[in-house]
């Protein structure tokens, strides 16, 4: 069973300041079934980034993901207000079929 | 437009049975997977199961296997999680999502609160 190791579990910074999160699998995944979700405060989750670099319809290019094999990053090049939440990696495993979630990174206004 | 829509919030004595909907339209609802999320009060996202409605082909979480039934009714687009006897740490916020053609959960229902309580 694959695991996602998020780190770190909470990032302070400022808007205007870049972000850098990451996702560590304890094997090696293919990067073609990683996603990034976004969720606020009293809302579902959002897609923003999927196949590791992808960004889905609607997402700002500030947003990019990168990586592979085990490591995987989500930036934010310039944060904006309404960046602050909570970001969870994803991945897909097909054989045996299985969802898995790192624990998310809360992104907090410094 | 791709749309989820979750039956509202329900509150329950352990012990009692339950099931929730999740509504889909916009899509070819047989086409694809479509799953549930449970998220506890202050804690992060945890996959609880898939269903494939063209076949009712269902896979579980193995820390759900046994302790839920996903189900989908394709005449009404409709999936569903049901539970037969609730208990207390079922409380949570549960969402229905589809997975996309990558397996990413490119939609989301916006949630439904379950509470059990006596």
């Known amino acids: 069973e694959i695991v996602l190791t998020q780190s770190p579990a909470t990032l302070s910074l400022s808007p205007g300041e870049g972000a850098t999160l990451s996702c560590r699998a304890s094997q090696s995944v293919s990067s073609g079934y990683l996603a990034w979700h976004q969720q606020k405060p009293g809302q579902a989750p959002r897609l923003l980034i999927s196949?590791?670099?992808s960004r889905a319809t609607g997402i700002p290019d500030r947003f990019s993901g990168s990586g592979s094999g085990t490591d995987f990053t989500l930036t934010i090049s310039r944060l904006e207000p309404e960046d602050f939440a909570v970001y969870y990696c994803q991945h897909y495993a097909s054989t045996p079929l299985m969802y898995t979630f790192g624990q998310g990174t809360t992104l907090e206004i410094k | 437009e791709v749309q989820l829509v979750q039956s509202g919030a329900e509150v329950k004595k352990p012990g009692e049975s339950l099931k929730i909907s999740c509504k889909a339209s916009?899509?070819?609802?047989?086409?694809?997977?479509i799953g549930w999320v449970r998220q506890m009060p202050g804690k992060g996202l945890e996959w609880m199961g898939v269903?494939?409605?063209?076949?009712?082909?269902?896979r579980y979480s193995p820390s759900f296997q046994g302790q839920v039934t996903i189900s989908a009714d394709k005449s009404l687009t409709t999936a569903y999680l049901q539970w037969s006897s609730l208990r207390a740490s079922d409380t949570a916020m549960y969402y229905c999502?589809?997975?996309?053609?990558?397996?990413?959960?490119?939609?989301w229902g916006q949630g439904t609160r379950v509470t059990v309580s006596s």
């Open positions: 269903i494939y409605p063209s076949d009712s082909d269902t």
């Open positions: 916009g899509y070819s609802f047989t086409n694809y997977w």
């Open positions: 196949g590791a670099s």
């Open positions: 999502a589809r997975p996309g053609d990558r397996r990413e959960f490119d939609y």
